[in-house]
């Protein structure tokens, strides 16, 4: 028998509005209304659910992805992780925040570091966030790559010697080694 209750949500965006100032005039000394990045967007995430946010190049999809994990402040609205509204959290909750939120870049290339093998790549999120102890980092490594489907041989590879879809695995790896996790991209 399958459950129909809806399950709480992990992430929550509520009416979320960006704007940004603009100036005008001949040296910019003139404030003009401002622009709106993002109008009115809501969704919410439960866990074991993805979500993808499909729209127009300019549609303000980056800016989303830059509210939901702090970087730039909603000028409306409301997001919560797992209940907790970002605007009311602590200094230790919003310092653990990127640990729960991981970002998964739609150019893998770019977000991979090219001097760094995809086993020292994946090995350096474990290590930072203390997630295995390091006697047991190579093993989890590999069982990451195993979950995207990316064969352990590649662990000694550069970026530069992998396909896209290879890169994107790895940045879904990255993304996966969190044990709690909200992933955005």
């Known amino acids: 028998m399958t459950d129909n209750l809806p399950r709480p949500a992990l992430l929550s965006v509520d009416h979320l509005t960006v704007e940004f100032a603009v100036r005008g005039g001949l040296l ?19 866990p074991g659910e993805t979500l993808g946010l ?6 303000g999809k980056t800016t989303v992805g830059r509210a939901l ?7 409306g609205g409301r997001i919560a992780v797992a209940g907790k509204d970002l605007a ?10 990127p ?7 739609q150019d893998p290339y770019g977000a991979l570091n090219p001097r760094f093998s995809i086993e020292r790549t994946l090995a350096e999120v474990l290590t ?6 390091q006697a047991e980092t190579a093993v989890e490594v590999r069982r990451l790559m195993a979950i995207v489907g990316l064969s352990p041989l590649l662990a000694v590879s550069l970026p530069r010697n992998l396909s ?11 993304a996966l080694a969190l044990p709690f996790g909200v992933g955005a991209g």
């Open 28 to 46: 910019g000394s003139r404030p003009r209304a401002p622009f709106r990045a993002v109008d009115d967007v809501s969704f919410s995430i439960a």
């Open 54 to 59: 499909v729209a127009e190049s300019g549609s």
């Open 69 to 75: 994990v702090s970087l730039i402040r909603p000028t």
């Open 88 to 97: 009311s959290l602590s200094r230790q909750d919003a310092l653990a925040l």
């Open 99 to 105: 640990r729960a939120v991981q970002m998964v870049f």
């Open 128 to 133: 930072f966030h203390k997630i295995v102890p």
């Open 164 to 174: 896209g879809g290879q890169r994107q695995r790895v940045g879904l790896a990255r």
